[in-house]
């Protein structure tokens, strides 16, 4: 079956069996930036991806589904020269260790901040909890999405 | 991926959806939120419905009845100004604790409430707010929770597409819901929803629900005629804990042990107890 | 003392950018055109011998490529330990054997078109298994009669096989025994720890092919790669240069990866096929058929006088390896020898034990080695100690532990499966960990509050202090290259393997600092067996401090090769310095810029490349240190055990990038929580897993973390990178007693048995 729908804000157009998960199409199709083992479980959070704006784990959406919707991957956020101030908070928090969790939180984060521009440290918490991280015990991570709500906050000024 | 898929259907409308659903069937599934098909691949399903582009995405307050479309998903409810207005919020409390906050953007509450795993909080919860769940099969019919789940419910669902969930608004009703978890992000061990009905200071009608027992949710009617027709004091709840305790219809599983169930199903009455009764004192203060 | 310029700071990682960005780093982020899938079939019996195999459907399934299994493939006893050759674990493995030995070991592997094609072969071999009894126990597998799991011929390396003993040992100094009975005081326990699994977010995955000129190439998350390569090269008859081993961005590993799990299968199917091929484990094979934590049984004696020293230390460990021994021997090795070190005031010591197969999933390597399950017992068994003494368990710690300048025999006597190195601890800022960590823990004041902070609700203060190690003395070697380009950066080619851990980063700013640029004039290749020089890999800590002092020692030489060349060119023997990126005459104040001696060194004039190489081994593994405080909440109706305060004080030396090292500790200290929590895998009476799932078993998120704080005792080792030790695995090995000092504290009960499960505790209490 085709599938057409927007992919960080431009149009694409896929072939999917329609069996298929969003997440196996997005990296049968070359976007790399959605990280995960295809558990279909929804549980680690490591393939997220926003969905019309909400985080939702990738390998659990149908890709039928996704027709004529708003997917975005990390991709939305920026890139290696362009870095969107959460990205540049989880570098400076060390909140990066092995990465493979991160496209996601980050995902997370945002969807979060925009909804809730000075989130408490204790709504950060739960809204990173259904996202799994075995590297950095997520110490790191909350700071960051803190130092990040602030960046934002600023730039907002 | 499910390689047994041949068609995944986009219906824009319910007759739409029904006649597809019956065309294919047995060899056809719903998709709501996706999860029941995702996780249990092995279905062999051939054709799928999307659900959607139905209109089943709305949340309205009418007539003492919160309307909530059968594709709205948990996320969307515990950010929604209208359920809050349902029993002082509780409810949207506790929909805010269900699975996690990435699930609760894809488990929409009609899937929920027709996967009806045993360990689930969703049935649990409307059951205890004397849910109804409106289905279509052909034609409109509502029926209660409680009644739908005695008849045979997972066959009925073979012909029919689950649209909208009624929850009376109720004056003077006050609900608490708790659940037993492992760590803070988990399926429950135990669930208990408690609904508190009161006229004149006393609790005129009561309703407990038990769930993931590790069976399927039962109303814990012993305890519901025990506090029926008392006022909510110290003493009462101490005495509903320990009947709790003695006669919660739990059983083991791998994951507790009948005995820890028996504890808990006390422990989570009187927390549920306990924060209705403030509730209750402090609306009545006011 | 000098200052550092780009060490101790907190450099971003230089490969952070790529990450939050999501770059295609990892291993699957990579296709080539007519990549096969593989997929393993698995054994559903604990214990079986397989009678016959027909495979013929399999292949005959239009889209299978290659299907393998013992009968097309050689046979060669091996070990899939990821260590140092010759391995200490036993040779008790094969590519594919005519016998399964737990729920979810390796029949056969299909290699196909799609997954989807793979799976449905996998279904159409038919294997006729005998089932044979299984043991689950280990003591009961020691036993007279017990099924022999390990009976092949070709079995090497084992100390008992028909007992089912992969390893014994008993040995130590002094008499315990004697010197217990004249103890004023004694302690004897017995502590047990779990089946436990790392949960890489990211599964084990490899990829093979072959490049433009016919090699193979195996592009695999691992964090061993020159031992993938040469282990491959035995097992598959292939000459080591014919094989090239890449590691990518790995997603974690702490251990796990410390094997060689599937690189076989990958190679296999590649050699055959002459196509690339890929083979991913699901979560559920991760959980099941990759390797876990050794779940072990730890017995500890230890006395003490009156005078509050300790007179005698037994430690026996019975510790479960699983149905094949890869790193059996080692691990447990370690239990004793990460431990017993560190209260040396003990004048007799004796470590003894036995590892001991059983029909369960494998255990490995596991960030801490045996480090853990060896704390667990003894920290509560010194806990228990001083409440016997009426001591303050500080003060009891404060009066044992190893101090600078001091020693143990244990160094000695315990090493890597065999004798150790011996060693003289040079620094230990143990003493100012604990000071310090106790200050803001505020240990004193919270101990003197009432437990029972509401009805059923206790708070209770626990604490353990612990060391490590820093790579394996006179065993592990790592090496670096640097050279540079004409523009005056360089780049830095190491065959140390970054986990996520941020070695790069580290082994960069060593680089940096002793050349004297800053880090972005540095950049760094990593684990590549062809273009990179060897290095052990990444386990026993060893990246900071091995692979650190390697990059040290070759980053010197570059310099001093760019000095000499200034002299060359500046015709002086001044003396000259190089700081910033340039190069200055101290007496004259000339300088030349790097970029200038570059292009120089290239084109103009006393053409040479400024490269250099060093190796480094060390005849020392010098411990960091720790001092962990816990304050946990207890709710005494249901059970639960909620972590509320953690202060974890550090010594590693001097910490090359804080934040990073900061993260090293915490993610460990939150891996060791849910140790003591809730993380277990279960089985049933059949050997069959009950959670192999994220459903049930049950690791922490960020809603359960406590508050942690993190304090850097800063020493210097005069034997590591600008002072520097390692800090990758020391702190799990905290929370285990910590919590459970904690629980005892609050509640007066002994939790023996991880992990501290609601129930466990309700049953403790007599409350169930």
Known sequence: MKVRFKLNHSEVNYEAHPGESLFEVLRRYGNYEVKGNNCRDGSCGACTVLLDGVPVPSCTILIGRVEGRDVETVKSLGDMDNLHPLQRAFLEKGAVQCGYCTPGILLVAKALLERNPNPSKEEIQEELSGNICRCTGYVQQIEAVERAAELLREENK | MLKEVLEFYRPQNIEEAYDLLLKHSPHVQLVGGGLDLIWRERKGAKYLIGLDSLPLKFVRLKEGLLEIGAMVTIRELSQNEAVQELVQGAFQEALKTVATPLLRGVITLGGALVQAYPWSDIPSLILGLDGQVEFFQGEYRILNLSEFYKNNFRQVLKQAILTRVLIPFVPERYFSFRRFTRTSVDIPLLNQAVSLDFKGGKVRRARVILGSRPGFPLQFEEIERHLEGKELTEGLILEAVLLAREKAPVDSDFRISQEFRRNLTGVLLEENLREIRGKYEGQVQA | MRAFRVVGQDIEKIDGRALVTGQPVFTDDFYLPGMLYGKVLRSPYAHAAIKDLDTSRAEALPGVKAVFSFKNVPRKAYTTAGQGYPEPSPYDAFVFDRKVRYVGDRVAAVFAESLEIAEEALSLIRVEYEELPAVFDPQEAMREGAPVIHDEPEIRGAYDPQRNIVSHVDLGVGDVDQALKGSDFTVDGTWETQYAQHCPLETHIAIAYLDEKGKLVIRSS????????????????????????????????????????????????????????????????????????????????????????????????????????????????????????????????????????????????????????????????????????????????????????????????????????????????????????????????????????????????????????????????????????????????????????????????????????????????????????????????????????????????????????????????????????????????????????????????????????????????????????????????????????????????????????????????????????????????????????????????????????????????PTGPFGAKSVAEVCINGPLPAVANAVYDALGIQLKKAPFTPERVLRLLGEL
């Not at chain 3, 050699?271 to 050794?294: D, G, I, M, N, Q």
């Not at chain 3, 004048?347 to 080695?369: D, E, I, K, M, W």
């Not at chain 3, 190690?469 to 050279?483: C, E, N, Q, Y």
């Not at chain 3, 950066?489 to 050349?515: H, M």
Request: proline letters at 5%; a negative charge.
């Open chain 3, 222 to 717: 691992t964090q061993v790669p020159f031992h993938c390569r040469r282990i491959i090269s035995r097992l598959l008859d292939l000459p080591l240069s014919q094989i090239r081993v890449i590691k990518p961005r790995i997603g974690g590993g702490f251990g796990a990866k410390q094997e060689i799990l599937i690189e076989d299968l990958v190679a296999l199917a590649t050699l055959k096929t002459r196509r690339p091929a890929r083979l991913e484990l699901t979560r559920e094979e991760e959980f099941v058929s990759a390797r876990t934590l050794h779940p072990m049984r730890v017995r500890v004696r230890v006395g003490a006088n009156k005078d509050g020293k300790l007179t005698a230390l037994d430690m026996e460990v019975l510790s479960n390896t699983g149905a094949y021994g890869t790193h059996g021997p080692t691990v447990f090795f370690n239990a004793g020898s990460k431990t017993l070190p560190l209260y040396n005031k003990a004048a007799s010591v004796h470590f003894s034990g036995n590892v001991v197969y059983t029909n369960l999933p494998v255990a490995g390597a596991y960030r801490g080695y045996g480090a853990p399950e060896g704390y667990f017992a003894l920290e509560c068994a010194m806990d228990e100690l001083a409440r016997k003494m009426g001591m303050d368990p500080l003060v009891l710690r404060q009066k044992n532990h190893i101090r600078p300048h001091e020693t143990s025999p244990i160094f000695q006597k315990l090493g890597e499966g065999r004798e150790g190195v011996p060693q003289t601890v040079e620094s230990c800022g143990l003493e100012e960990c604990i000071e310090r960590g106790k200050a803001l823990f505020e240990w004193e004041r919270k101990r003197s509050l009432p437990r029972e902070i509401a009805p059923g609700i206790y708070h209770g203060y626990g604490m353990s202090i612990m060391m490590q190690g820093s790579a394996i003395p006179l065993v592990d070697m790592a090496s670096a290259t640097i050279k540079m380009n004409e523009d005056g950066s360089f780049l830095l080619l190491v065959g140390a393997t970054d986990l996520g851990t941020g070695s790069d980063t580290i082994l960069a700013q060593i680089a940096a600092e002793e050349i004297g640029v800053p880090v972005e004039k540095i950049a760094v290749y990593s684990s590549d067996t062809d273009f990179t020089p060897f290095d052990k890999g990444a386990y026993a800590s060893s990246t900071t401090y091995l692979s650190g002092e390697a990059v040290k020692k070759a980053a010197q030489k570059v310099k001093n090769q760019i000095l000499e060349f200034a002299s060359l060119l500046f015709q002086t023997s001044n003396q000259l310095s190089l700081r910033d990126g340039f190069v200055e005459d101290l007496k004259t104040g000339r300088t030349i810029s790097l970029e200038e001696i570059g292009y120089h060194s290239f084109y103009t004039e006393e053409q040479r490349q400024i490269q250099a190489s060093a190796s480094h081994v060390s005849d020392v593994s010098p411990p960091p240190f720790a001092a962990h405080f816990v304050e946990v909440e207890i709710d005494t109706r249901t059970g639960k055990i909620t972590p509320i305060f953690y202060v974890a004080a550090v010594d590693c030396g001097l910490a090359i990038n804080p934040e990073l090292t900061r993260g090293q500790i915490i993610g460990s200290i939150v891996n060791g929580l849910g140790f003591a929590l809730s993380e277990e895998l279960r089985f049933n009476s059949r050997g069959i897993p009950l959670n192999p799932n994220w459903l049930d078993y049950k690791v922490l998120s960020s809603l359960d973390i406590p508050e942690i704080k993190v304090i850097l005792v800063e020493t210097h080792e």
